[in-house]
C-alpha cells in the first residue's frame, strides 16, 4: 500500500477530533442536532488550521443517516463516500483555479437540481476570495435566492477580501491560530499511534514553526522522520524547519548584551554557514526578545530590550524584501550591538536635554498657577476652558513618549463616539486581530483594546507609545485596518491610536471639557436649569462609556 501522508492520514473526521476549535465545533454540532441548517457559511482564519475538514465533517453530519448528538458515524455508504470525495452531491471547488462567472453560474443552474442520495446537496468552495467582481455577483445572485436543501460552506484565509454583501448573506465562523501546546500534545498523540519514539524538543520546535497550522506541523513532522534514525530528536527538527537551536541564540544575544560585535557576527556567521534562512532567524530572535520581556529575573534593561525589537521589526521587512539576506542580517547585528554601546550615551544626552526642559516646565507651571488664581476670582468659564488647554498642553510635552497625541481630533471622536458602537468593534476585535496575516502586523496590533468608537472614528489603546506612532505613521496598516473593519462590522472608521497613559489623561480631560466646556454653557444658557446641565453630563458620559458610569446622588 502507498505511503500515505500524516497530514491526510490523521485529518479530523469527526467534530470532537478538530485540534482547537471547540467553539466552532461545538457551535456546529448544536446547529445539527437543533435542525437549524443555514443555507451558507463562511469559515474563516490562518492555513492549515480546520476550515475545509471542517467543511467536510459538516456534509457528512447533516446526511448521515446514522447521526448521532451532531457527530457523523464515517461507516455508513455516504460518510465513507463524502471522505473519499466520491459523492456527486457534495461538490468540492477551489477558487484559486475556478474563480470565473462561468464557474460559478453553472454551479448556480446545478444548485437548482435536488440530491440524488442526500438530504442536503453540499457545495464547498475553499479559497473563495479568489473570485473574480464577477464570479462573486453570480455567487450573491444564488445566495439571495438559496434553494432548498442546498448548503454552501465557503474558506477562506483572507476574510477582507470578501465583499461585505457576501458577509452579510452567510453564518460566519472564525477558526483561530491553533496554539503551540495543543499542537505539540496533537503531534505526541500522533507519534504514540505511529509507536515512533521522540524528544519533547524536537515537537517543541516543530510546534512553534507551523505558526497555529495543524497541518504545516504534520507536514513538517513526516519531513523531520525522514532524517530521523527511528527516533525523532531535537536536531532533526532543527535541520527540517531551518529553526535556531537555543543554546545559539543564547550565545548570540549573550554577545549583544556585551556590545561584542565580533563575537555576535560570529555567532551568525555559524548559523548561517549550517544553512539557516536568516529571514528564519530574525522571527525566532523577535520570539527570543520577547521571552526576555517575560522574564522576571532578567538582567538586561527593558528599555534596551525595546530597543532590539524595533531593530528587529524594521530588519525583517528588509531581510524580506532583499536578495542579501546575510549582509541584511550582517546590518541588524550591529544595529543591535551599537543600541546597547550608545545606550549610556544617549541617555546621558537625554538626561541633559530633560533637565533643561524641566526647568522651563517649572517656570511654566508658576505662570500657570498665576493664571489659574486669576481666574479662580474672576470664575470665568471662557478662561477655565483657556486653562485647561494650557494644561493639556504641558501634560503632552511631559509625556512619557515623544509621540504627539492629537487631542483635539480625539476630543472630536469622544463627542461622536456611542456605546453601541464601542460594543461592536469591542466583540469583533479578537477576529480583527488575527486576520493579520503578517506576524509583523499582528506584533504591532497584540495587546490593544478599542475604547471609544463611532462611524467615523476607532480609538485604540497600545502599551507603550512607541507602538501607537507606528501605527499611526503606517498607511497600509491603516488601510488594512479600515477594510477589516468594513467586511467584518460593515462601516470603516479611522483608527486613532495612542498610548494607555495618553488615554487616562485624555479621558480625564474630556470629562472635566463635559463639565466646564463651551456645549454646557449654551445648554445653561437656555434653558437655565442646572439639573438640565447635570442630566446632559449624565447622558454623555453614559453615551461615552455605557453602563460603568453610576450617578451618585450626593
Known amino acids: 500500500m502507498a505511503y500515505q501522508a500524516l497530514y491526510r492520514k490523521y485529518r479530523s473526521q469527526r467534530f470532537d477530533e478538530m485540534v482547537g476549535q471547540e467553539v466552532v465545533a461545538t457551535t456546529l454540532k448544536n446547529a445539527i442536532m437543533n435542525g437549524q441548517i443555514s443555507h451558507a457559511y463562511l469559515f474563516s482564519g490562518p492555513r492549515g488550521t480546520g476550515k475545509t475538514s471542517a467543511a467536510k465533517i459538516f456534509a457528512k453530519a447533516i446526511n448521515c443517516p446514522n447521526q448521532k448528538e451532531g457527530e457523523p458515524c464515517n461507516k455508513c455508504d455516504i460518510c465513507q463516500a463524502i471522505t473519499q470525495g466520491n459523492l456527486e452531491d457534495v461538490i468540492e471547488l477551489d477558487a484559486a483555479s475556478n474563480n470565473g462567472v462561468d464557474e460559478i453560474r453553472e454551479i448556480r443552474d446545478k444548485s437548482t437540481y435536488v440530491a440524488n442520495r442526500v438530504t442536503y446537496k453540499v457545495y464547498i468552495i475553499d479559497e473563495v476570495h479568489m473570485l473574480s467582481t464577477g464570479a462573486f455577483n453570480a455567487l450573491l445572485k444564488t445566495l439571495e435566492e438559496p434553494t432548498d436543501n442546498v448548503v454552501f460552506v465557503l474558506a477562506t484565509t483572507e476574510l477582507q477580501k470578501i465583499p461585505a454583501t457576501i458577509i452579510s448573506r452567510v453564518q460566519r465562523f472564525a477558526f483561530k491560530a491553533i496554539t503551540t501546546s495543543d499542537i505539540h500534545q496533537h503531534l505526541a498523540e500522533v507519534l504514540s499511534d505511529e509507536k515512533i519514539d521522540f524528544e519533547d524538543a524536537a515537537l517543541d520546535v516543530i510546534a512553534k514553526s507551523a505558526e497555529g497550522g495543524m497541518r504545516d506541523a504534520l507536514s513538517l513532522l513526516d519531513q523531520a522522520l525522514s532524517f530521523s534514525d527511528g527516533k525523532l530528536e531535537e536536531k532533526d527538527a532543527l535541520l527540517v524547519t531551518g529553526s535556531i537551536a537555543n543554546e545559539a541564540l543564547v550565545s548570540y544575544v549573550a554577545a549583544l548584551a556585551d556590545s561584542d560585535g565580533s563575537t555576535a557576527l560570529a555567532d551568525l556567521e555559524k548559523i548561517f554557514l549550517e544553512g539557516k534562512n536568516m529571514l528564519r532567524f530574525t522571527e525566532d530572535l523577535l520570539t527570543y526578545f520577547r521571552d526576555l520581556l517575560l522574564k522576571e529575573d532578567n538582567e538586561i534593561p527593558r528599555g534596551r530590550i525595546y530597543q532590539w525589537i524595533n531593530i528587529a521589526i524594521e530588519s525583517l521587512k528588509i531581510i524580506k524584501e532583499t536578495t542579501q539576506s546575510k549582509i541584511a542580517a550582517d546590518v541588524m547585528t550591529m544595529r543591535l550591538v551599537d543600541a546597547g554601546t550608545s545606550h549610556s550615551v544617549e541617555k546621558a544626552a537625554v538626561s541633559e536635554d530633560l533637565a533643561q526642559e ?127 473593519m468594513s467586511s467584518i462590522l460593515g462601516f470603516s472608521p479611522e483608527i486613532i491610536a495612542l498610548a494607555e497613559q495618553d488615554w487616562q489623561s485624555v479621558r480625564q480631560e474630556y470629562v472635566m471639557h463635559l463639565k466646564k466646556g463651551e456645549k454646557n454653557t449654551e445648554i445653561v444658557a437656555e434653558t437655565g436649569s442646572k439639573e438640565d446641565e447635570e442630566e446632559l453630563l449624565v447622558s454623555k458620559a453614559k453615551e461615552f462609556f455605557g453602563e460603568k458610569v453610576k450617578v451618585i446622588k450626593d
Open 358 to 484: 524641566i526647568q522651563a516646565l517649572k517656570a511654566e507651571v508658576v505662570e500657570l498657577k498665576a493664571k489659574l488664581a486669576d481666574a479662580e476670582s474672576k470664575r470665568s468659564v471662557s478662561s477655565i476652558s483657556q486653562e485647561v488647554q494650557i494644561k493639556r498642553q504641558v501634560k503632552v510635552q511631559t509625556g512619557s513618549d515623544k509621540y504627539q497625541v492629537n487631542q483635539d481630533l480625539i476630543f472630536k471622536a469622544l463627542r461622536e463616539a456611542t456605546n453601541e458602537a464601542r460594543q461592536a468593534v469591542f466583540g469583533a476585535w479578537p477576529e480583527i486581530v488575527s486576520s493579520f496575516t503578517k506576524p509583523s502586523e499582528r506584533a504591532l496590533i497584540n495587546n490593544t483594546a478599542p475604547v471609544a468608537a463611532s462611524s467615523n472614528f476607532v480609538v485604540v489603546t497600545f502599551p507603550h507609545g512607541n507602538l501607537a506612532k507606528r501605527v499611526a505613521e503606517n498607511e497600509d496598516l491603516q488601510l488594512t485596518f479600515g477594510n477589516l
